[in-house]
Nanobody, 115 residues
């Protein structure tokens, strides 16, 4: 089992920044993928960015140039630095951990960007 705890969400004005953190605990094997997804009200959950344990990253077009994903394997923690935030970035942001057939989600953290 893997438990994921997110932090760092909140209310920010357009153009501002937030940094999300997600710490994984439990049975953590190497060679995994951790990522951030978001779900806005009335919309489907979508990928924001993910990163392998080796450091390879993947970004959705919506966040390219504004968001940066990183991880600290020693701390089993993944981060999402979000800059130049827009009202359309408002959503619940979820952390995800995958390794093979194993797939775990955090409970989510609310990000609200005011105009």
């Amino acid at each position: 089992q893997v438990q994921l705890v997110e932090s760092g969400g909140g209310l920010v004005q357009a153009g501002g920044s937030l940094r999300l953190s997600c710490r994984a605990s439990g049975t953590i094997f190497s060679s995994n993928v951790m990522g951030w997804y978001r779900q806005a009200s009335g919309k489907q959950r979508e990928l924001v960015a993910d990163i392998t344990s080796g450091g390879s990253t993947n970004y959705a077009d919506s966040g390219k140039g504004r968001f940066t994903i990183s991880r600290d394997n020693a701390k089993n923690t993944v981060y999402l630095q979000m800059n130049s935030l827009k009202p359309e970035d408002t959503a619940v942001y979820y952390c995800r951990f995958t390794r093979g057939v194993y797939d775990y989600w955090g409970q989510g953290t609310q990000v609200t960007v005011s105009s």
